[in-house]
């Protein structure tokens, strides 16, 4: 997947923003889309249905070019994706494109990586739709756990090993100096649990030191796994101690 794709569309400046204003009765609708791990053949029966009929499509980075190619040719796509300190746009320059595209009669298809409601921010875009009274539907995804669990065959649960399986994101939090990465920690490093890190690569060492420093045993089974279910997949698998430098 190309991760530096250029935008298929000024996001700023959509030429249905020039669209009068229309009754609410005449508004858009906005349906969320799940587009799974990168892979297109997992896509949900009623996520190809509705990207093959699909006219304006908001998509983020993480969408392969696998599953943007199932989008109509002729479809009027807008790249709103965000990178590691480089956003397109911020999320409420997105909720507001949505917003003002579904006012101006546009029905839209907001495709995310993964499935939408996890750490994917589409309970936020949703919230903001129903807001508005703008009609919206949420088709979920495969997510990025699952499809790297089958494409490894790590298991996520294991009755001889796991009983509980637990999603944080790895993602740095606050500004400057203060920046870190804000979970609790006690709570992860507990025994007989799956525990799976979103968007957790740049911030790897400073995981598994956390992890260790909480109790969890230096030699658990670890793995971090890149571009899941894609050809260019990436595996690497240690332990909690060893990960960082293998990685």
């Known amino acids: 997947m190309d991760t530096a794709r250029p935008p298929a569309h000024d ?3 959509p030429d249905a923003l020039a669209t009068p204003a229309l009754s ?23 996520a190809a249905r509705v990207l093959a009929s699909a ?6 980075n993480l969408v392969s070019d696998d599953v943007l190619r199932q989008i109509p040719q002729d479809a009027e796509r807008i790249y709103v994706g965000k990178q590691s300190s480089n956003h397109t746009l911020p999320q409420e320059g997105i909720i507001e494109l ?3 595209l579904a006012k101006a009669g546009k029905s839209i298809v907001r495709l ?6 996890i750490f994917g921010r589409g309970g936020e875009e949703a919230e903001a739709l129903v807001a508005e009274g703008i009609a919206c539907e949420t088709v979920p995804g495969i997510s990025a756990a699952q499809g790297a669990s089958a494409s490894t065959g790590i298991p996520l649960t294991h009755r001889d090993h796991t009983g509980m399986l637990v999603f944080a994101t790895g993602h740095l939090q606050g500004e400057g100096e203060e920046r870190s990465v804000a979970l609790d ?5 507990r ?7 979103y968007m957790g690569v740049g911030t790897l060492p400073t995981i598994c030191a ?9 030699d658990t089974p670890a793995a971090l796994i890149e571009r899941a279910t894609l050809p260019e997949q990436r595996t690497v698998v240690g332990s909690v101690q060893t990960l960082p430098e293998l990685a």
């Not at 006219?55 to 983020?60: A, P, T």
């Not at 920690?185 to 490093?189: E, G, S, T």
């Open 112 to 117: 995310k990586g993964g499935d939408p409601y």
């Open 191 to 197: 025994p007989r649990q799956t525990v799976v890190i």
């Open 55 to 60: 006219r304006v499509v908001l998509y983020d």
């Open 11 to 13: 996001a700023a400046q």
């Open 98 to 100: 949505m917003v003002r």
């Open 185 to 189: 920690w006690a709570a992860l490093a």
């Open 24 to 46: 609410p009765s005449e508004w858009g609708r906005v349906t969320l889309v799940g587009a799974g791990p990168g892979d297109a053949e997992l896509l949900t029966l009623k």
């Open 210 to 218: 956390q992890l260790m420093r909480h109790g969890l045993a230096p």
